[in-house]
């Protein structure tokens, strides 16, 4: 039984922040020119729960909308847009300080009205929603990555290409 040759190729090509550039052109530059037929895209997620921090590990065909969790709505990063097919893997990473104030008081003992009022308050705040992460990201953060490698390589050396 031969087997087929697998070319793989990682890029990371950072946050628009630091390149100025948008993620998503950068990467439907490279399908184009390299003709790529399949992007794995990898990124954080934000997420409601703290308890999920971490701990989730999200994997979609539809695509990525990079800092969109976070209310920083980029290019999308789409089958639509890239022509070929995305496979989006998120890892919890960060929760925004409002959600962390509404579970805290879903938990406690207080009536529905109170709840709705407290909420109220919290919408109401003319402070900015700041998004927080465990202090032992890098840590967990490595660990993570680890699984998702090996799964990843386990994944690409079983599946068959016929070209």
Do not use: C, H
């Amino acid at each position: 039984n031969k087997k087929s040759k697998k070319n793989v190729a990682v890029i990371y090509p950072n946050v628009m922040s630091k390149t100025g550039m948008e993620t998503s052109d950068i990467v439907k530059a490279i399908v184009d020119k390299e003709q790529i037929d399949l992007v794995i895209a990898i990124d954080s997620l934000a997420t409601r729960k703290i308890d999920r921090l971490n701990k989730v590990i999200q994997i979609t065909d539809t695509g990525i909308s990079p800092g969109a969790g976070i209310g920083n709505y980029r290019k999308r990063m789409v089958q639509e847009y890239l022509k070929v097919p995305v496979i989006a893997i998120g890892v919890a990473t960060v929760v925004d300080s409002y959600s962390l104030l509404y579970e805290y008081f879903d938990k406690t003992n207080l009536s529905k009205i109170e709840n709705k009022k407290i909420s109220k308050e919290i919408k109401s705040l003319e402070v900015p929603n700041l998004y927080l992460t465990p202090k032992e990201i890098d840590l967990e953060l490595n660990e993570l990555s680890k699984v998702i490698s090996k799964i990843l390589n386990k994944i690409l050396n079983w599946i068959k290409i016929d070209k």
